[in-house]
Nanobody, 124 residues
């Protein structure tokens, strides 16, 4: 069993930056794919980015390419989402999730473990 805890959310003005963290406890992320999703009020949970813990391969949704960077720290067993040039439309609750297989990573239903979420609010 993997427990995930997100942190780093907050309120920021448009154009600002935040760094989200996803820390794992219970076991390491080794062998997992770790993804970030976000959910705005009244909307579905959408894929943002994912990273392979083993290969460090990454993938992003088009709307965040060039602005967000996903990375991992082996020593801290933590995945980060660096978010720059934030826009009001980035406002959402951000969740990290983990799964074993690097397939269908866009689909939130394929992930086995989820964190509790962290709120990101970008003001205009």
């Amino acid at each position: 069993q993997v427990q995930l805890v997100e942190s780093g959310g907050g309120l920021v003005q448009a154009g600002g930056s935040l760094r989200l963290s996803c820390a794992a406890s219970g076991r390491t992320f080794s062998g997992y794919i770790v993804g970030w999703f976000r959910q705005a009020p009244g909307k579905e949970r959408d894929f943002v980015a994912a990273i392979s813990w083993s290969t460090t391969g990454t993938v992003y949704t088009d709307s965040v390419k060039g602005r967000f960077t996903i990375s991992r720290d082996i020593a801290k067993n933590t995945v980060y989402l660096q978010m720059n040039s934030l826009k009001p439309e980035d406002t959402a609750v951000y969740y990290c999730a983990a799964k074993r297989v690097w397939t269908d990573y866009l689909n939130p239903h394929g992930y086995d473990f989820w964190g509790q979420g962290t709120q990101v609010t970008v003001s205009s």
